[in-house]
């Protein structure tokens, strides 16, 4: 096995390799924050939730209904956005005209809703 700098190189390449997979994922993610805030002048902090919550449901549907992997990866996106849409067209499209501190209240509360719904469905400690 060889060395750089007293580290094994298939860890230090699996390291270096991690960081721009991660600086891509969290670039996604701010993008996505970016487009909604310039298109609706809204900062949408349910980005996060929404995205656990497609992960959940995916896990749900894989685990406990005995849904396939490709069949998982169809409906869980359809569920997220129309649970997205149904949460724009009912709480945020009022609040479009009014001052943006309004629509960060609004999603972050809808963020700790969305979590604390799936942290007592779900609960708080891993399973081994």
């Known amino acids: 096995m060889t060395r750089f700098l007293d580290i094994p190189t298939n ?6 390799l991690l960081g721009p997979i991660n600086g891509a994922f969290h ?10 805030f310039g298109l ?3 900062v949408d902090f349910t980005h996060d939730a929404q995205y656990m919550m497609g992960a959940f449901v995916a896990w749900l549907g894989l685990n406990d209904l005995g849904a396939g ?12 956005a129309v649970l997205g849409t ?7 499209r ?9 629509g960060m209240l609004l999603t972050f509360g809808l963020t700790l ?11 708080i400690s891993g399973m081994p």
Do not use: K
């Open 27 to 36: 670039a996604m993610l701010s993008l996505g924050l970016a487009l909604i």
């Open 94 to 102: 009022r609040l479009y005209q009014l001052d943006h501190l309004y």
């Open 11 to 16: 860890v230090l390449f699996g390291q270096l």
């Open 69 to 80: 992997y490709w069949e998982s990866l169809v409906t869980v996106p359809v569920i997220v």
């Open 86 to 92: 149904a949460i724009e067209r009912t709480m945020l």
């Open 113 to 123: 809703i969305i979590e604390g719904a799936f942290r007592r469905a779900c609960g």
């Open 40 to 42: 609706s002048n809204i």
